[in-house]
């Protein structure tokens, strides 16, 4: 199916051009691309720094799924946005994986960021856009944490070349999930892709504290898995995880 893509130059935020286009009635699946924002955001209403260069892309759904479901959307993006990169020449499958919940990371730094929105419409629909900033040629600076760009990483593709891969996989993961009846097999394959699973790290909460543990795995609701020093397991759906210094485990007990 052809993809339906909106192309802009600048914008304020890709996700919010989308979500007025579902406030005016667009039926969706919509793509919305913009060269730079002049006011990205990340998670928890923070800055998105987007300069030019890089690929600012907004996926626009309309009814994805039942509410109920829709907390398995940040997973499915996440996987259908790594497998994306991982398919550019010059990248491997290895080279890319996942952090908790929903940072893609080409060999151990950050070069994805990603954000979901949701509406209920004056139609009673649910709007749901997600949206994404991939560093294709800059990497923003004064972060805690270490970035990259695909440049960096040796790949040569076009912005055009990496939206579509990103289009058609996303796609893909979507199809998969379908509607959330097989969120299953996307967290056994978002799991074969995480960065950290065994390893020693730290989550910080929305309401200022952290909890330090050793990342065991997804629950089947997608909630992180925390086996605490005292052996407890506590699941979150809501959090940043840091990775702590120690050798992170595959599920197998292979290292990552």
Known sequence: MAVRRLSLDEVGSTNSVAMEAARSGDPGPLWVTAECQSAGRGRRGRQWVSERGNLYATLLLIDPAPVAALGNLPLVAALGIRDALASLPGLV???VEIKWPNDVLVRGAKAVGILLESE???????AVVIGC?????????????EVTTLRAC????????????????????????????HFAAIRERWLAHA?????????????????????????????????LPNGELRS????????????????DGSSR
């Open 120 to 126: 209920r419409l004056s139609n009673g629909r649910q």
């Open 93 to 95: 499958s290895r080279d």
């Open 236 to 251: 979150f759906s809501a959090g940043d995880l840091f990775l702590l210094p120690g050798a992170p485990q595959g599920r």
């Open 133 to 145: 900033g991939v560093n294709v040629a800059y990497a923003p600076e004064g972060v805690p944490y």
């Open 154 to 181: 040796g790949v040569d593709a076009s912005l055009d070349v990496v939206f579509e891969v990103l289009a058609a996989a996303t796609a893909q993961a979507l199809d998969i999930w379908d509607r959330g009846r």
């Open 195 to 227: 960065r950290g699973v065994g390893g020693p790290c730290r989550v910080n909460l929305p309401d200022g504290s952290t909890v330090d543990g050793r990342f065991r795995d997804l629950d089947a609701a997608g909630r992180l898995l925390l086996e």
